[in-house]
């Protein structure tokens, strides 16, 4: 885990200058988000990263605690123009910071891939959120099939990079697969996306039970 945060912090001032990969695809997940979200929701975002969703999403909530394990993406993050409603916070899912029961609605983009015990992670989200919270994902589904050549070159490259410190960890999950483990650790799925649909980046919308 020490060694991944180490990752990101290393990286964290080229990701904040990186533009969006794929900007219709961003903002039609904000927009599906949004229209979950009222404006007394108390939302937990993890792996926040430089804090561009937490800021865009904050006139729609109540307040946001947006949090990461990486010093240098939270500095990245702090560094924009602060808002009343957002907090940045310096931490994992399993910070004794987050109450348990406390959130309206949990938002993880692009994180869920990159966690090794992804169900303990999952288990987590479920402990964090209120009853009848929600749980609002998008992740890279790298399993699937068709990913084309370059995606099958990349997923050999990773292990020779991780062994080099290039890469952090990554799971390979299919849509089917990720969505059976929200499912089994007591979510109900009210919507599901793919943005952008190849490579899938899979959009899930899960209630809690
Ligand atoms: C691919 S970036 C995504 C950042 C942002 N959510 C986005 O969509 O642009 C992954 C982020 O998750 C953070 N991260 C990775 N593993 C984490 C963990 N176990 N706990 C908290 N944050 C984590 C990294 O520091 C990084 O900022």
């Known amino acids: 885990m020490k ?16 533009p969006l990969s794929d900007p219709n695809a961003y903002e039609l997940t904000l927009e599906r988000v949004v229209s979950y979200l009222k404006p007394t929701d108390r939302v937990l975002e993890l792996g926040c990263g430089t804090g561009t969703t937490a800021l865009r999403l904050a006139p729609h909530a109540g307040s946001i605690l947006a949090t990461d394990f990486s010093e240098g993406m939270i500095a990245q993050a702090e560094a924009k ?25 949990v938002v993880a983009f692009n994180l869920f891939h990159l966690m090794e015990d992804i169900d303990a992670a999952l288990a987590q989200v479920h402990t964090l959120l209120a ?32 062994l080099v410190g290039k890469a952090p960890y990554v799971r390979f999950d299919t849509i089917e697969g990720t969505e059976r483990r929200i499912s089994a650790a007591g979510f109900e799925i009210v ?15 899960a209630r809690r039970f």
């Open 131 to 162: 009853p009848g919270g929600l749980f609002i994902s998008k992740s890279p589904c790298l399993a699937e099939r068709s990913l084309g050549v370059k995606f099958g070159l990349m997923k050999r490259l990773i292990p020779m990079m991780q």
């Open 81 to 105: 123009p602060a808002v009343d409603n957002v907090r940045f916070l310096q931490a994992d899912p399993f910070s004794a910071a987050l109450k348990p029961g406390q959130y309206d609605v």
């Open 191 to 205: 919507e599901t996306g793919n943005y952008p649909v190849r490579p899938p980046n899979h959009f899930v919308v």
């Open 3 to 18: 060694t991944d945060a180490q990752f990101w912090d290393r990286i964290a001032v080229k990701y904040a200058a990186q």
